[in-house]
């Protein structure tokens, strides 16, 4: 029994490598698959953001997200070679077209390369055709003919030629490494200067070896907006192929390339099978850049200085690796919200949403009042409280050093969001962004306000206002003595801030003026928003509503309003309307003046 336990053994040793080799084979291939996703996972949520704004943007992202989940299990099947639903044009099922082109942009062929619309481009944009040039040109010239944009070609085989100077560009050289003729993505784009203007489309055509191109495309370097290429499937032994070595072999290594791409942020648009050449061969695709994502700290990396070469719009889309452009980064910055028992249990949330933003502050103050003057003495719900709630200062531990949970010296109503943390941070240059505590934020909320802030040294900046008008002897026949204008878009606001939507300020906006509630009608009180643009009002700073295009509404969530909101007390219109008549619907020169006095005006300082 010994020697036949023995014998068991041996051959049971014996026996594993041969049996277990597949399956090995298949886990390595299994980790390959998910390894970009994985590491994208690790900090997606965090450094992420779509490039689409509005329904579109929000489809293509939830589509991408149900590619990245669902390819494995599409691609698991190809393990078995003999399974008869990949075969031919059916390996390329897996990965087929999942995200349509804006709808602006709708998709055209250029040759036989289909593009989202390159025609409603402006001039300046940038198109690169990688590979042996093929058929005269015939992609370049329809870029030349249909488009305003510039074409370079890169062929390190064929000499230099230009079908339209000025508009076309042969370069001999090829993407790639190790050989003198070939240079790396990233040392091309630089070296030709790309890298400040952003490139609209590449067409990748290398007969098999593809991969190496896109293996070059990372999280910290360049990404064009658009890719299209031929992605080809060796056959299986012993049928003969004049594909290179470098070709796919099965469409788990298709799906590995589409893997990668996916985690960089690329949606599938275009499929076209190649019939022309051996069955089931090869495909050619499109895909779109929708998420931009960026690992830890990148994200800063995009960013240039105020008045930097290159449009903002550009940089933000198209952004060269960190060792290329400075970051640009606020001296100190700092979030501060404010609450009180009866809602600082439930403010977790929107701290969350900004200390997982792709900005984190240098400090997030929560002021959370336990003697809350601005209720009836009587209201239990508030008033039996005497301390902070844990729920609220458990936040202090998950996020050590940067979330401050206080109880400030006094209620000052709803500017105690900001008035305690003008107390304690003293650095007149210091950016202060206010938030609300029933609103969970966009992931950008507070990189896109300080990027605003850097872009214009000495004004507020806010998502949104309200322009007032003040007219004391009613020529217009307003309903009171002012009247008031919604304003969402870019420019100037000659009124007060909604700021609920977030708002970011410099320390030194403000004097000891803006703490004397004492001195105006109660309803300023309730009021912060009036309270805040008046007092930068009467320091002459502007308020600055910013420019919702290609960004997010910060405000993703807004918790249903309660009894504890301004918004459903009985009498808040009426205050609201107290509260601007004494600063004359913040539209009245001789009353800013008034009210000035000899305090001096903010002087803002020189760019940074």
Not at 278 to 301: I, N, T, Y
Request: charged share 20%.
């Amino acid at each position: 029994m010994i020697k036949l336990a023995q014998q068991r053994k041996h051959g049971s040793a014996a026996v594993a490598p041969a049996a277990v080799a597949p399956a090995a084979a298949a886990v390595s291939l299994l980790a390959l698959l998910l390894g970009p996703m994985m590491a994208a996972a690790a900090w997606h949520e965090c450094n992420s953001q779509g490039a689409f704004p509005g329904l579109y943007g929000s489809q293509v992202l939830a589509n991408l997200t149900v590619f990245r989940s669902d390819l494995l299990s599409k691609v698991y099947p190809s393990f078995n070679t003999e399974a008869e639903s990949l075969n031919g044009f059916a390996r390329f099922d897996p990965v087929s077209p999942f995200i349509s082109c804006p709808p602006h942009r709708p998709a055209t062929s250029y040759h036989r390369w289909r593009l989202c619309d390159l025609g409603r481009l402006p001039g300046g944009c940038i198109v690169y055709s990688v590979g042996p040039v093929q058929n005269d040109y015939a992609f370049e010239r329809d870029i030349v003919s249909f488009t305003k944009c510039e074409v370079h070609t890169f062929d390190c085989t064929t000499d230099a030629k230009s079908i339209k100077e000025g508009r076309h560009t042969h370069h001999k050289l090829c993407i790639g490494q190790g050989k003198p003729d070939h240079k790396s993505w990233h040392e091309l784009v630089v070296q030709l200067g790309h890298h400040l203007r952003g490139i609209e489309a590449v067409k990748i055509d290398m007969e098999g070896k593809d991969a190496e191109v896109f293996a070059q495309l990372k999280h910290t370097m360049l990404l064009p907006r658009q890719l299209a290429a031929e992605l080809h499937i060796r056959p299986p032994p012993p049928e003969a192929t004049v594909l290179p070595a470098e070709a796919a072999r099965s469409p788990a290594h298709v799906a590995l390339i589409f893997s990668h791409l996916a985690a960089l942020g690329y949606g599938v648009t275009s499929r076209s099978d190649n019939r022309g050449g051996q069955p089931g061969c090869c495909a050619e695709f499109s895909w779109l850049h929708v998420e931009r994502v960026w690992p830890h700290g990148a994200a800063r990396s995009m960013r240039t200085k105020p008045g930097g070469s290159g449009s903002s719009s550009s940089v933000t889309a198209f952004a060269a690796d960190e060792a290329q452009l400075k970051p640009v980064k606020a001296k100190r910055l700092v979030v501060s919200l404010s609450s009180f028992p009866g809602r600082a249990e439930f403010a977790a949330p929107t701290v969350y949403s900004i200390m997982h933003g792709t900005r984190k502050p240098d400090a997030l103050y929560l002021w959370v009042t336990v003697n809350v003057s601005r209720f009836d003495a009587d209201d239990k719900v508030v008033n039996s409280v005497t301390e902070i709630p844990s729920e609220a200062k458990a936040l202090e531990k998950q996020f050590p050093g940067v979330v401050k949970v206080l109880a400030p010296k006094k209620d000052y109503g709803p500017a105690t969001k900001l008035l305690p943390t003008l107390e304690v941070e003293t650095d007149p240059e210091t950016i202060i962004i206010t938030v609300d505590d029933d609103t969970f934020y966009s992931p950008t909320t507070v990189i896109e306000l300080e990027d605003e802030m850097l872009r214009r040294p000495g004004y507020t900046i806010v998502r949104s206002c309200e322009i007032t008008h003040w007219d004391p002897d009613m020529k217009k026949n307003p309903p009171r003595k002012g009247w008031r204008e919604w304003k969402l878009t870019e420019g100037l606001c000659r009124g007060f801030m909604t700021a609920y939507a977030s708002a970011a300020y410099r320390r030194g906006y403000f004097d000891d003026l803006v703490f004397d509630q004492e001195r105006a009608p109660d309803g300023c009180m309730h009021h912060d928003d009036i309270w805040f643009s008046a007092h930068l009002w009467i320091r002459n700073v502007s308020i600055w509503v910013l420019n919702h295009a290609g960004k997010s509404w910060p405000p993703m969530y807004h918790r249903p309003r309660n009894r504890m909101s301004i918004s459903f007390h009985p009498q808040a219109e009426d205050m609201a309307q107290q509260c601007q008549e004494y600063f004359h619907w913040i539209d009245d020169e001789a009353r800013r003046i008034e009210l000035r006095g000899n305090r001096s005006e903010y002087t803002s300082p020189p760019t940074l």
